[in-house]
Structure formats: C-alpha cells, structure tokens
C-alpha cells in the first residue's frame, strides 16, 4: 500500500534521508529506492512503499512529486491545473487613485468645488499600473495589481 510523506530531512553528502509519513512517524530513506533522485530536497512531497529494515521504519520506491500544484495569489490558492489562461497588461489609474469608491461620485464634486489639487500630484495625473488576469477553467477572472503582487514572479509560476 503507498503512502504519502513529506521529506523532512536530506543529507545530500551522505545520500539518505528522512521522510515524515502520514502517521507522522519518521522513515529512514536512501538514495538508491528514490525514482526521480534530482528533485529530492527538503519539504518536498513524495509517495513511497512503506517497510521496516533493522534500524526501524524505512522507505522504497519513493517518488518525489513536482513542485506544488498550487500556487498562492495574494493569500489565495490557486490550483496550476485549473488556470486557463493569464495576461499581464498596464492600465492608466489616476496617481491620486485614493478616492472611497462608495462616495466616488460625491467626493469627485467635492475636490473640484473646494480642494486645490496638491503640488505634487497633478490633478488627472495618470500611472501606468501593471496588472495580471488569469482565467480559470471555471470561467473566473481574478486581477491583481503590482501593488498587491510581485507580477513576474507570480507570472514564473505559472509558467511551470
């Protein structure tokens, strides 16, 4: 019967290591019973044959399973196999782009009768913000902006 674990230890110099199993007890590992040897690091997810040798618990036919499936968005969790599509683009936002969206309409009147624009910013003065949409197989669209993400490192992982 397989079972899942986590790596929890690697001794690269040594070749074994220790996997975490779903029991939450510790089994020892060498590199020789791993399938795919080269993605074997810390914390990463593998599927093994459990087994006992003469120190204790151990593990053969181990397999390390690729990077996460997931990927996190601004806290959220996104599943690598149900993005669609993903676009990274720039639109025009005013600097000044502090406005309570709920009284937009109010406060816009408001600044025009009885605020001076300040120095710095211009009044309609525009920034070019980079954004990134993905669209899931769901048919969601989920936007963020730079200011909330890092885009090209989000955009790397979704490359994968």
């Known amino acids: ?14 070749g074994f290591g220790f996997i975490k199993d779903e029991n939450g007890d510790n089994r020892y590992f060498h590199v020789i019973k791993v399938a795919n040897p080269e993605l074997i690091k ?9 087994t006992t040798n003469t120190k204790g618990l151990s593990a053969f036919a181990v397999k390390v399973l690729p990077e996460s499936k997931y990927i996190y968005i601004a806290g959220e969790r996104l599943k690598l196999s149900s993005i669609k599509t993903y676009l990274v683009y ?10 309570d969206k709920e009284n937009a309409v109010l406060s816009v009147g408001l600044l025009m009768n009885s605020i001076r624009p300040k120095a710095t910013a211009k009044a309609g ?3 070019s913000v980079k954004k990134l949409a993905i669209t899931t197989f769901q048919k969601k669209t989920l936007i963020y902006s ?4 890092d885009i090209e490192e989000t955009v790397k992982m979704l490359k994968l």
């Open 1 to 14: 019967m397989a079972m899942n674990g986590t790596i929890t230890t690697w001794f690269e110099d040594k």
């Open 90 to 99: 720039s639109e025009e936002e005013p600097v000044d782009n502090k406005i």
């Open 42 to 50: 810390k914390d990463a997810a593998v599927t093994f044959q459990p």
């Open 125 to 127: 003065e525009m920034r």
């Open 146 to 149: 730079e200011d909330e993400i």
